[in-house]
T-cell receptor, first 112, second 114 residues
Framework: GAGVSQSPSNKVTEKGKDVELRCDPI?????LYWYRQRLGQGLEFLIY????????KSGLPSDRFSAERTGESVSTLTIQRTQQEDSAVYLC??????????FGPGTRLTVT | AQSVTQLGSHVSVSEGALVLLRCNYS??????LFWYVQYPNQGLQLLLK??????LVKGINGFEAEFKKSETSFHLTKPSAHMSDAAEYFC????????????FGTGTSLTVIP
């Protein structure tokens, strides 16, 4: 009965390094979303997975960003060659179709 | 296309006063509408949702919102603000009956003055 979990909770990395962020959705939730939240700003949609359909990648800011999801389980967001502007909290959410989303606690990424 | 506009990025109210946070949406199809709250250094938590049933929706912590189709609005209210209500509030819209994107507003930061 656990909620959405994300790991790590905090990540500090050097500019130019690759990072992987993980999201474990609620069991049975077919939809999974990634958002970015910069300090003091709203949520920026990144990518959306729905079941076995092709993901909606329209929000990914550059080709340095990619995400994968295995079936209806874990998802990984990868940022290659990190830049300082990538510093933000990355939020994952899962839902059953268009019903409310359940958010994880987020991963705070700091690029130095 | 769907979008959400939250008027007022910062709202301050006195403790005990009415809280009114504004949200207007645009949607080409009947929408589902949501309000989320984000306390400092925490994730987002659902306050309430409208999914085409009663237009006046009651949520947690004494908050409620009214769906007004004619005004394309879904404003969040609480009769009496409490110090613990200080947080960031986000309005969101999704298409009804589809597994599709959620669109979030830019958020409104609520400050409660003692």
């Amino acid at each position: 009965g656990a909620g959405v979990s994300q790991s790590p909770s905090n990540k500090v990395t050097e500019k130019g390094k690759d990072v992987e962020l993980r999201c474990d959705p609620i069991s049975g939730h077919t939809a999974l979303y990634w958002y970015r939240q910069r300090l003091g700003q709203g949520l920026e949609f990144l990518i959306y997975f729905q079941g076995n359909s092709a993901p909606d990648k329209s929000g990914l800011p550059s080709d340095r960003f990619s995400a994968e999801r295995t079936g209806e389980s874990v998802s990984t967001l990868t940022i290659q060659r990190t830049q300082q502007e990538d510093s933000a909290v990355y939020l994952c959410a899962s839902s059953r179709l268009a019903y409310e989303q359940y958010f994880g606690p987020g991963t705070r990424l700091t690029v130095t | 296309a769907q979008s959400v506009t939250q008027l007022g990025s910062h709202v301050s109210v006195s403790e005990g006063a009415l809280v009114l946070l504004r949200c207007n949406y645009s949607s080409s199809v009947p929408p589902y509408l949501f309000w989320y709250v984000q306390y400092p250094n925490q994730g987002l938590q659902l306050l309430l949702k409208y999914t085409s049933a009663a237009t006046l929706v009651k949520g947690i912590n004494g908050f409620e919102a009214e769906f007004k189709k004619s005004e394309t609005s879904f404003h969040l209210t609480k009769p009496s603000a409490h110090m613990s209500d200080a947080a960031e509030y986000f309005c969101a819209v999704s298409k009804a009956n589809t597994g599709n994107q959620f669109y979030f507003g830019t958020g409104t930061s609520l400050t409660v003055i003692p």
